[in-house]
């Protein structure tokens, strides 16, 4: 059912000559049934779910490198165990793969995946990816050194 403006309904009271008092009575019934309509909806309305982050990391020789770290950054439920986040991704990859459009372009690797599955397939398994090209890590070592420093200092 379409939503209707207020103005609108007021507008053709007006015009079909109703009595202003009765016009005033309508108004102020159908602001009443509102108000109490969003107030059930607020009432009923489920809190939102808190999701976390997860960076995929990745490592194709099996051995992080110390340099050039790419990665993908997933977004998953909080209650949600990061360590299910690959294989999510493969069971929507596999659902995807049997698809029509997944059976003509299939995906054959994590990165494929998280670039080419569509979103209706991830939100099944609870998972969203949140970059589709992979993003570079940088490692550090988590110190804040207590001098100061400037930018010139670290590239030289």
């Known amino acids: 059912m379409p939503k209707v403006d207020l103005d609108l309904i007021a507008e053709v009271l007006k ?7 009765v016009a005033s009575k309508i108004m102020h019934q159908i602001e009443e049934e509102i108000r109490r309509e969003a107030e059930i909806n607020e009432a009923t309305k489920e809190p939102p779910i808190k999701k976390q982050f997860v960076i995929v990391l990745s490592d194709p020789r099996n051995e ?7 990665g993908w ?17 493969k069971k929507s990859a596999y659902e995807f793969n049997n698809s029509k459009k997944g059976r ?17 397939f991830l939100k099944e ?5 949140k970059t589709k ?12 050194p207590k001098e100061k420093i400037s930018v010139d200092d670290l590239r030289g």
Do not use: F, H, W
């Open 73 to 89: 950054v997933v977004q998953l439920q909080e209650m949600d165990s990061p360590l299910t986040t690959m294989e999510r991704i």
């Open 104 to 120: 003509k372009y299939p995906v054959n690797s994590i990165g494929e995946a998280c670039e080419a599955v569509p979103a209706k």
């Open 64 to 70: 992080v490198p110390v340099d050039d770290l790419v």
């Open 15 to 21: 015009s079909n000559e109703i009595d202003p008092q």
């Open 133 to 144: 090209l992979p993003v570079t890590i940088v490692r550090t070592d988590n110190i804040l």
């Open 125 to 129: 398994q609870n998972i969203a990816i």
